[in-house]
C-alpha cells in the first residue's frame, strides 16, 4: 500500500478493503492491519462515512464533521434566513461524500435549528444563522 500511495501522487484515497482484499489476496484481518500501520506512520486516516484519505506533507484538510463544515456554507454562500439551502445532491457532489451521509448531517442541522424543510421533493431553507459551535 506505501508502494501505491509513494508511486501516485494524484491519490487521494484508499482503495476499499475489498478491493485490497481482491488485488493482494489477503484476509480482511491482514487488510485492516495494513491500514493500521499506514495509520501510525501518518500516511492515511479514516473518514467517517467516506473511504480512507491519504495523507500527504502540506496538505491542509478540513477534519470537522460534515455537519459542521455544510453549516459553514451559509456563511461563506452569503446565505440569509430563509432563502433556500443547496440540495443534498449538489452537497455530496461538493464534499464528494454520498447522499445519504449528507442527508444524515443535513438532519443534525435541522434539529439544531439551523435548517428547515427537508423531505422528498421539499426545498430546505436556512432557519437561523449557526452559531459559533456550528461554524467552529
Do not use: C, N
Amino acid at each position: 500500500m506505501k508502494v501505491l500511495i509513494e508511486s501516485d501522487p494524484e491519490m487521494t484515497e484508499l482503495p476499499s478493503l475489498t478491493e485490497v482484499m481482491r488485488d493482494h489476496g489477503v484476509s480482511r484481518g491482514v487488510a485492516i492491519r495494513a491500514y493500521k500501520v499506514l495509520r501510525q506512520e501518518g500516511l492515511a486516516e479514516p473518514v467517517p462515512g467516506e473511504r480512507w484519505r491519504v495523507l500527504r506533507s502540506g496538505d491542509r484538510v478540513d477534519r470537522r464533521p460534515l455537519d459542521q463544515r455544510i453549516a459553514d456554507i451559509i456563511t461563506a454562500d452569503g446565505l440569509e434566513v430563509g432563502e433556500a439551502f443547496p440540495s443534498a445532491s449538489a452537497l455530496a457532489d461538493r464534499f464528494e461524500v454520498s447522499r445519504p451521509t449528507v442527508t444524515k448531517a443535513l438532519e443534525k442541522l435541522e434539529t439544531a435549528g439551523v435548517l428547515a424543510g427537508g423531505g422528498q421533493g421539499k426545498v430546505r431553507r436556512v432557519r437561523a444563522m449557526p452559531t459559533r459551535e456550528e461554524r467552529s
